[in-house]
């Protein structure tokens, strides 16, 4: 069982920054993928960032590539997701969540994640 707890969500302009934390509990986090997604009212979720076991391995959907950055502490059993040059249209729930499969491959396929988070709101207003 692993429990996830996003923080770092709320209002901001266009234009501004945002990182959203990801606490995760289990033994075996550094054997996790880790990934985001959001869900903007009326739409389906849909992928955002996904990051390696290590760290070493990042994939971002075309919407968010050099304005998002996935990150992971090991250590501290943390993801983050660094923000920057945020649009209104980056306005969603945010969630986070676990791939626990034993290959350890980065997806962006929703079905692959076992866990998630309950979410956390980010708006940016124009």
């Known amino acids: 069982q692993v429990q996830l707890v996003e923080s770092g969500g709320g209002l901001v302009q266009a234009g501004g920054s945002l990182r959203l934390s990801c606490a995760a509990s289990?033994?075996?986090?550094?054997?996790?993928?880790m990934g985001w997604f959001r869900q903007a009212p009326g739409k389906e979720r849909e992928f955002v960032a996904t990051?390696?076991?290590?760290?070493?391995?990042?994939y971002y959907a075309d919407s968010v590539k050099g304005r998002f950055t996935i990150s992971r502490d090991i250590a501290k059993k943390m993801v983050y997701l660094q923000m920057n040059s945020l649009k209104p249209e980056d306005t969603a729930v945010y969630y986070c969540a676990v791939d626990q499969s034993p290959l350890g491959r980065v997806t962006m396929q929703e079905d692959s994640y076992d866990y998630w988070g309950q979410g956390t709101q980010v708006t940016v207003s124009s």
């Open positions: 289990g033994r075996t986090f550094s054997s996790y993928v």
């Open positions: 990051i390696s076991r290590g760290g070493g391995s990042t």
